[in-house]
């Protein structure tokens, strides 16, 4: 294995960001959603339905012990920390040690006062985490009527 240095700091010269910019798989869906820390965010579904907000976090791979669901005044956080080591030896020396740390918080701005957060619901299912958050009643939409004059 070879070592390359990296003269870069700071601001990148012309030449290398084009280079950076025509090296890149536009369609590697590992790094598609990646932060600036090189660490994956979970992409979110919102939907609204009459009735409640259904929120899906794609993180196939993770396990639902692996998430912490919480809920503090209107803000719900959805978080996971992963580790993974896995070590191959051969005559007491390494010849391959990797570790993996990732973790990630995504947190979401709940309507005031119009959720019901007392039925909250999330499962885990084929890589999706599904949370439903009911409305409230007041929340809902009413249909239109018809009011009679007098």
């Known amino acids: 294995m070879s070592l390359i240095k990296n003269n870069r700091q700071g601001m990148p010269s012309l ?8 090296s890149r798989d536009l369609f590697n869906w590992d790094t598609f959603n990646n932060s600036t820390s090189n660490t994956t965010i979970p992409a ?5 339905t009459n009735d409640e907000y259904l929120v899906e976090l794609a993180a196939p791979g993770l396990k639902k012990e692996d998430f912490k669901v919480n809920l503090e005044a209107n803000r719900l956080s959805i978080s996971s920390e992963f580790r993974s080591e896995s070590e191959d030896q051969q005559g007491g020396k390494y010849t391959s040690r990797e570790f993996s740390y990732q973790s990630f918080k995504r947190t979401l701005i709940l309507p005031d006062g119009l959720v019901d957060e007392d039925g909250i619901k999330a499962r885990y299912d084929s890589g999706l985490l599904h949370i439903t958050i009911p409305k409230r009643e007041e929340a809902k939409k009413k249909a239109p009527r018809q009011i009679a004059i007098s």
């Open 15 to 22: 030449p290398a960001l084009f280079n950076d910019f025509f």
């Open 44 to 48: 979110v579904n919102l939907r609204e």
